[in-house]
Nanobody, 123 residues
Framework: QVQLVESGGGLVQAGGSLRLSCAASGGTFSNYAMAWFRQAPGKEREFVAAINRSGGSTTYADFVKGRFTISRDNAKNTVYLQMNSLKPEDTAVYYC????????????????WGQGTQVTVSS
């Protein structure tokens, strides 16, 4: 059983930056592909970014390309999301997910989830 704990959310002005972290425990971190998703009030959870087990491959939703960067440190059992040039529409609860097989943008294929961290971007 893998436990995931997100941190780093908060309130930031438009154009600002935040760095989210997701610390994993209870499993071999390098065996899991990781991803970030987000959910705004009244909306479905949507894919933001994913990274494969080694960290050598990443993929992003179109709306964050060039602004967000996903990375991982397998020695620290942590995945990160660096968010730059934040916009009010980025306001949401951000969740990290872990999956044992494959990798990609479908939240239904992720096996474990954190509790989420709130990101609020003011205009």
């Amino acid at each position: 059983q893998v436990q995931l704990v997100e941190s780093g959310g908060g309130l930031v002005q438009a154009g600002g930056s935040l760095r989210l972290s997701c610390a994993a425990s209870g499993g071999t971190f390098s065996n899991y592909a990781m991803a970030w998703f987000r959910q705004a009030p009244g909306k479905e959870r949507e894919f933001v970014a994913a990274i494969n087990r080694s960290g050598g491959s990443t993929t992003y939703a179109d709306f964050v390309k060039g602004r967000f960067t996903i990375s991982r440190d397998n020695a620290k059992n942590t995945v990160y999301l660096q968010m730059n040039s934040l916009k009010p529409e980025d306001t949401a609860v951000y969740y990290c997910g872990a999956r044992r097989t494959g990798w990609g943008d479908s939240y239904r294929n992720y096996d474990y989830w954190g509790q989420g961290t709130q990101v609020t971007v003011s205009s």
